[in-house]
T-cell receptor, first 109, second 114 residues
């Protein structure tokens, strides 16, 4: 059974810091991996999608990497801002989407 | 605008009642999903469908039912058999083949049992 783990569960950083969120999974048989952002009481917003054959994707200050052999993905956020405060979730597509528990990020002004 | 629409945003149910949550998408996506989210927790899969008139149970399907009579619609019924239905419910859709299989979510329905 595919298991997805996100570490840390919570993170607090000062504005301007670069940071890395981690996502690990147990089965490398995936179609793609997707990172989402969730604001309190809201739905999920897609940030980046990495296809199984890709190693990384970039969008603005965000960069996501995928290493299937080690069962890991990272989301790198450059020059963090208070508006980045949210919960970040990774999801694996194995024919159905399987989510990690998320990392709640607080960026302090 | 293209996207996924969930309604209602808030729903209150008396114990013993069935309620139906609506999910509509105009993205022409084949796959649709229902998730449940409890406070401080991740998303748990209830049901998913990859084609019209077919659907599969997820990890926590007991007490729920779905239908997929149209590609655009995937309603979820929370039955009286669901012992703890108070939660935030999220619907998603995605394409299942091709280059872009990105999943998109609705804004959610918050169900409260009173």
């Amino acid at each position: 059974k595919q298991e997805v783990t996100q570490i840390p569960a919570a993170l607090s950083v000062p504005e301007g810091e670069n940071l890395v969120l981690n996502c690990s999974f147990t089965d490398s048989a995936i179609y793609n991996l997707q990172w989402f952002r969730q604001d309190p009481g809201k739905g999920l917003t897609s940030l980046l999608l990495i296809q199984s054959s890709q190693r990384e994707q970039t969008s603005g200050r965000l960069n996501a990497s995928l290493d299937k052999s080690s069962g890991r993905s990272t989301l790198y956020i450059a020059a963090s801002q208070p508006g980045d405060s949210a919960t970040y979730l990774c999801a694996l597509d194995t024919g159905k989407l399987i989510f990690g528990q998320g990392t709640t990020l607080q960026v302090k002004p | 605008d293209g996207g996924i629409t969930q309604s209602p945003k808030y729903l209150f149910r008396k114990e013993g009642q069935n309620v139906t949550l609506s999910c509509e998408q105009n993205l022409n996506h084949d796959a649709m999903y229902w998730y449940r989210q409890d406070p401080g927790q991740g998303l748990r899969l209830i049901y998913y469908s990859q084609i019209v008139n077919d659907f599969q149970k997820g990890d926590i399907a007991e007490g729920y039912s779905v239908s997929r009579e149209k590609k655009e619609s995937f309603p979820l019924t929370v039955t009286s058999a669901q012992k703890n239905p108070t939660a935030f419910y999220l619907c998603a859709s995605s394409q299942i083949t091709g280059l872009n299989t990105e999943a998109f979510f609705g804004q959610g329905t918050r169900l409260t049992v009173v």
